[in-house]
């Protein structure tokens, strides 16, 4: 009798064990906290699942004047299925503290959001937001003396290959910038 329950709850203990395994677990890990610090993290839910930069906090984060205007912009590596890049930038606009920015197209005094998409090892296509699919961008810290850029954002994006919106969600960024 104890040989066939211990049997049962082994049987029972193996299944919920298997069950709970997959090959996306990263894809569900908690995204890592808003801080204004200056901490090198980037990350958002693509869909649902977790994104998070895997570049160990080192991407890529500017604010440069050029050519009369401002240039900000950021980007984040990570893999969703086939989406692989979030693009955050201001077309010669200057971004301030406490302020929320519209994402739209890329053109001179606005701001945007990107994406690249890579379903095979052959092809990649980058699509930004536009007057159909768009966001929201808010800087929570802007620092110049310090160099440090923290914020927040969300967006909708056309997967050029499927035609499906992806849904970028719960964004957030906490990084050093170089000017």
Known sequence: MIT???KSFFIS?????????????????SLP???????????????????????????????????????FGIQGDD?????ISVNIGTEKKEIKENETYKLMDIVPNNAWAGSSFNPNSTSQIFTTTNSKYTGELYISKFDLVNN?????????????????????????????FTQ
């Open 4 to 6: 066939r329950m211990f």
């Open 13 to 29: 203990l193996l299944c919920i064990v298997l069950v709970g395994c997959s090959n996306d677990d990263d894809n569900n890990q």
């Open 33 to 71: 906290p808003e801080t204004q610090i200056g901490a090198g993290t980037f990350a958002c839910k693509v869909n649902g699942k977790s994104f998070i930069d895997t570049s160990g906090g080192y991407f890529n984060c500017y604010y440069q004047y050029i050519d009369g205007g401002y240039y």
């Open 79 to 83: 893999r969703v299925g086939s989406f």
């Open 148 to 176: 440090i850029v923290s914020g927040t954002f969300w967006y909708d994006i056309e997967n050029p290959y499927t035609g499906e919106i992806v849904e970028i969600r719960e964004g957030r960024f906490d990084t050093l």
